[in-house]
Structures are given as C-alpha cells and as structure tokens.
C-alpha cells in the first residue's frame, strides 16, 4: 500500500473540503454546486486550510521536534501574510494580544471566554497534516493537544482535534482495496469512544454509532447531532458523514456540506478523513488542479512523508 498517497490524500483532501464547502454556503442543490466547481478556474482556501498548512509548516521546520510556541508563531505569521482567509475572532484577537502584552500564545489563548478558553471546531479543522504524520504514535492525544492549545485551550476544542487526529491514524494503514471499513465501523468507533475523554464526546459519538446502525439518513443525523461551529457538534458529525460513504469522495462531500451548518470546516474535517483512507489517487485530479496552492500543499504532503519514512 502506498502511504505518501495517504498523506497526500489527507492533507490536499482536507484542504479540497474546506474550499468546496466554502463554495457550498451558496447553493442548495449537488448539481448547482458541481457546475459551480467546474466552472471556476481556481478552488480557493479559508483559514481552515491555512492554519493546516502552518502545522504542516511547523513540524516540517522543526523536523517534528516543536511546542506549542512554535506552532503558535507559525500561525502568527501566516495569519500578517494573508489576513483575508476568513479567521474567526479567536486567533487574531490571540496573536494581537502577544504582540502588545509579550505573552506566550497558550496563556493568551487560556484567557479567552472568561478563562474557560475556546470550544470551537478551530483545532480540529486543522488536524489532517497531524493526523498523518503522527499516525503510528502511541501519544497522539497529547500531541494533539500541543497543537490545540495554540489557540484552543477548553477540554472540548482539545478532544475534538484528538479524535480526529487518532481517527486519521486509524485509516491511514488501511488498504481501501483490501480493507472493508463499513464491517468495520462500530469497531472503530468504540475505539474511538474510549479514546475521547469528555463525556461530551462520548454521548455523541454513542448517538453517532446507533445512527450508523440504523442507516441514519445525513439529514435526519444533522438534525440529532449538529453541524456548527462548535467542535462537540462538528466533530462527531463530520466522522458518521465519513463512516456513511467512506468509498466515494466526490458524493460523500459534496452530500455532506450541502446539508451542514459551517460548511466549510465540516469539509475539510470530514475530507481529510476521506483523503486519509483514500489516499490521493481516489480524489478527482480535476478538482485537485483546481485547488489553489496546489503545489505547496502537495509538497508539503511529500516533505512530512520524507520525514516520517527516514524515521521509520
């Protein structure tokens, strides 16, 4: 099985599900959004994306020997490069702050919503370069976290990022030609309720796992579980959109934003879990070369995996 395939396919594939459903807050129907998409010559990020590439950025730079300050800094520097990409109120109010007061970005970050710091799906929309490159690491929980705290320093925002982060790990040795993921999903799952370690997650992604028994229409689950910005909803709604049609990538998007509430971040959570298991050469090549920066995102993709395979 090829792995830098996998790690291309979890990063471009995140960074194509963040762009598609930014474009998706515009249309209702599949077949509008797929003229959409054709019609445009370039595909373009949000700082979904952007923040995903600083952590690939981060780990790369420092060979995957970094804390939480470096990638806090990376962050801060991509953000004064391209301020556009449609940051929440969270991150700069963060990076400002250290500008003026000096501090470290986790202390800042701890400070938000009067010291309970943010829950939001921040820190997990960002995961996939993570995910990939930690996937045979025992302590990806607290990688993760590392991570998180950046900018997201509630239990909540941390476990969402986690989960994602060790569900990638999960797909990414698994062969999508030989491996058949629909008999094993309740398994995985259960494997991924033990992993998570708020009560938060673990009732929603029980609920997640009687939906998929059910074969839950995405709709009818959005409903029952959510889809906004709040990492707790997102989360576990992106992971039963990737669990209901994991084979398809084009569908499974493409259905899945239509019908979220933060489309764009729901994408690029539930892409990079479909890249993941995938891996590139499953995703459509016209909708890769229209993603913009491609060829930074992939050479990113290939720099982790350079890293990782003179680790192994």
């Not at 949000?46 to 600083?54: P, Q």
């Not at 929309?125 to 607290?142: Q, T």
């Not at 673990?202 to 997640?208: E, F, P, R, V």
């Not at 579980?225 to 084979?247: D, H, K, M």
């Amino acid at each position: 099985m090829d792995i830098k395939s996998k790690f291309l396919g979890g990063i471009i594939g995140s960074a194509l599900g963040d762009s598609i459903g930014e474009l998706a807050f515009n249309y209702h129907e599949k077949e509008e959004l797929i003229k959409e998409i054709n019609n445009r010559k370039a595909i373009r990020y949000t700082d979904d994306t952007a923040m995903a590439i600083g952590i690939a950025e981060t780990i790369i730079s420092n060979k995957g020997d970094w804390a939480t300050e470096d990638l806090g800094a990376q962050f801060h520097q991509n953000y004064k490069r391209e301020p556009y990409r449609g940051y929440g109120l969270g991150p700069p109010m963060i990076f400002r702050t250290v500008e003026r007061e000096h501090k470290k970005y986790q202390e800042v970050a701890e400070g938000l919503f009067g010291g309970d710091g943010s829950y939001g799906n921040g820190a997990s929309m960002r995961i996939a370069p993570l995910g990939v490159f930690y996937y045979e690491s025992k302590n990806i929980y607290e990688i993760a976290k590392r991570a998180a705290v950046a900018t997201h320093t509630h239990p909540l925002g941390i476990d969402g990022a986690a989960i994602l982060a060790k569900l990638i790990s999960i797909l990414i040795p698994k062969d999508p030609d030989k491996f058949d993921i629909k008999q094993h999903e309740i398994e995985i799952l259960t494997e991924i309720i033990e992993f998570a370690k708020t009560d938060e997650y673990k009732s929603k992604l029980s609920k997640i796992k009687d939906l998929l028994e059910k074969n839950a229409d995405i709709i009818d689950a959005e409903k029952i579980v959510g889809s906004n910005v709040l990492a707790f909803t997102s989360v576990p709604f992106s992971i039963f959109a990737f669990f209901r049609n994991p084979y398809s990538f084009k569908d499974a998007l493409l259905d899945t934003v239509l019908v979220s509430r933060d489309r764009d971040t729901v994408g690029a959570m539930m892409s990079g879990l479909l890249g993941s298991f995938l891996g590139i050469n499953k995703i459509p090549k016209n909708w890769i070369n229209k993603l913009e920066n491609m060829e930074y995102i992939r050479q990113l993709g290939t720099s982790l995996y350079e890293i990782k395979k003179r680790e192994l």
